[in-house]
C-alpha cells in the first residue's frame, strides 16, 4: 500500500520549502512547492555535505554556505512548527463544528458558515477546556492536607477563576475566591 502525506504534511513541507527554497520560473514546484521538499530531501539525505542543488531549485539567501543536510535539517523543523499550527487550527475547527451542531446554531446552507468564526469559538472552547483542568489540578493541591499552593500558584488560580468568570464559564467542580 502507497503512503501518502496528509494534506497537512503537504502543506506545511510546501510552506518550509518555499521558506527555505526558490523554485525556478515555469518549474512544477511553484504548482507543488511539497514536491520540492520531497526532492530536495531525497538529494540532501543522499548527499548531505553537498551544497549542489536539484535542477529547478535554489537556496535562499539565510542558506548560502549551507550543506544540503543543514538547510534540509531547517526545513525539517520549520515544517514541524507549521504542522503543529495547523494540526491546532484543524482541532480548533472541529470542536467549533461540534459546539455549533450541539447549540444548533449551524446555517441551512453551509456555504454561509463561517470559518474563521467557528474556528475562533473552537480555539476559546479549547483553551476554556485546558483552564479547566488547570483549575482543577489547583484545586486538587488547594484542598490537600498535605500540600499548600505557592504565590505563584494562587496567583494563577485566581487569574484562570477571573478569566473562565470573565467568559461565564462554568466551574463544575465548586470553586470559589
Known amino acids: 500500500m502507497t503512503h501518502y502525506p496528509t494534506l497537512i504534511v503537504q502543506l506545511a513541507n510546501g510552506m518550509a520549502a518555499s521558506s527555505h527554497l526558490f523554485f525556478d ?20 539525505s543522499a548527499y548531505p555535505e553537498s551544497d549542489v542543488m536539484p535542477e529547478g531549485l535554489g537556496a535562499w539567501t539565510h542558506n548560502e554556505g549551507c550543506t544540503n543536510g543543514e538547510v534540509l535539517e531547517r526545513m525539517k523543523v520549520a515544517s514541524g512548527e507549521i504542522q503543529k499550527m495547523l494540526q491546532a487550527l484543524q482541532s480548533a475547527t472541529k470542536e467549533g463544528l461540534v459546539q455549533a451542531a450541539i447549540n444548533d446554531n449551524l446555517p441551512q446552507d453551509f456555504n454561509d458558515l463561517d470559518m474563521d468564526l467557528i474556528a475562533s469559538r473552537g480555539c476559546e472552547t479549547l483553551e476554556n477546556n485546558d483552564l479547566l483542568d488547570e483549575i482543577f489540578a489547583l484545586t486538587e493541591i488547594e484542598s490537600s492536607d498535605t500540600q499548600v499552593l505557592t504565590d505563584k500558584q494562587s496567583r494563577r488560580y485566581l487569574e484562570i477563576w477571573e478569566t473562565l468568570k470573565e467568559r461565564e464559564v462554568d466551574i463544575p467542580f465548586g470553586v470559589e475566591i
Not at 520560473?25 to 512547492?33: A, L, T
Open 25 to 44: 520560473i515555469g518549474s512544477d514546484y511553484e504548482q507543488s512547492p511539497h514536491r520540492a521538499f520531497d526532492q530536495f530531501s531525497a538529494v540532501a
